[in-house]
């Protein structure tokens, strides 16, 4: 069975500083792996997927991630953040099932951005 | 853009009482799903339409939680009755079958607060 596992509950950095949030995963076939974002009181938006081809992705808002398949790893990047990137990201893996895809998500990394 | 539409956004209602909420998924996707997330914590399937059948619902609380999609369009979650337990967020989010990967867009959701 498939599982995510986000490393790190909170990350709090200064602006214009870089981040990286941790995801690891496990699963038995090929996967899907996606980083979305939330805000306050809001739903789930897209950042970025990966589902085959170049290993680093590249999303909306400067944000990017790498696929490591030996290490099973999806790490978001961002080089330099701002205030308005606080919010809460969600590591999620999909894998294909006879029902069509199977997706779980991470527990989230709440990201602060201080001034 | 086409979004994925919730209402109500937001629901308080008593213990014992009946809640609904209502989904209609991005025009021509398949694929609809129903959330739950807990505050702090990752969004947890409740369960999943592929076009008016239901695929997955092995984590809903069939004793008081029903779901339908009768035409394979909108959607609705019931609760009856309502427990505090419940108090969360319900999202729903839809796919397009023929892309790859699952890649599921989120409603804004409807947070329920049960006293």
């Known amino acids: 069975a498939q599982s995510v596992t986000q490393l790190d509950s909170q990350v709090p950095v200064f602006e214009e500083a870089p981040v990286e949030l941790r995801c690891n995963y496990s699963s038995s076939v090929s996967v899907y792996l996606f980083w979305y974002v939330q805000y306050p009181n809001q739903g789930l938006q897209l950042l970025l997927k990966y589902l085959s081809g170049s290993t680093l992705v590249k999303g909306i808002n400067g944000f990017e991630a790498e696929f490591n398949k030996s290490q099973t790893s999806f790490h978001l990047r961002k080089p330099s953040v701002h205030i308005s990137d606080t919010a809460e990201y969600f590591c999620?893996?999909?894998?294909?099932?006879?029902?069509?895809?199977?997706?779980?998500f991470g527990a989230g990394t709440r990201l602060f951005v201080k001034a | 853009e086409a979004e994925v539409a919730q209402s109500p956004r937001y629901k308080i209602t008593e213990k014992s009482q009946a809640v609904a909420f209502w989904c209609d998924p991005i025009?021509?996707?398949?694929?609809l799903y129903w959330y739950r997330q807990i505050l702090g914590q990752g969004p947890e399937l409740l369960v999943q339409?592929?076009?008016?059948?239901?695929?997955?619902d092995s984590q809903l609380p069939k004793d008081r939680f029903s779901a339908e999609r009768l035409k394979g369009v909108d959607s609705t979650l019931k609760i009856q009755p309502a427990e505090l337990g419940d108090s969360a967020m319900y999202l729903c989010a839809s796919s397009d079958r023929d892309r790859r990967g699952d890649t599921q867009y989120f409603g804004p959701g409807t947070r329920l607060t049960v006293l």
């Open positions: 339409f592929q076009d008016e059948s239901v695929v997955d």
């Open positions: 025009s021509g996707h398949a694929t």
């Open positions: 999620a893996v999909s894998e294909e099932d006879t029902g069509g895809f199977k997706t779980i």
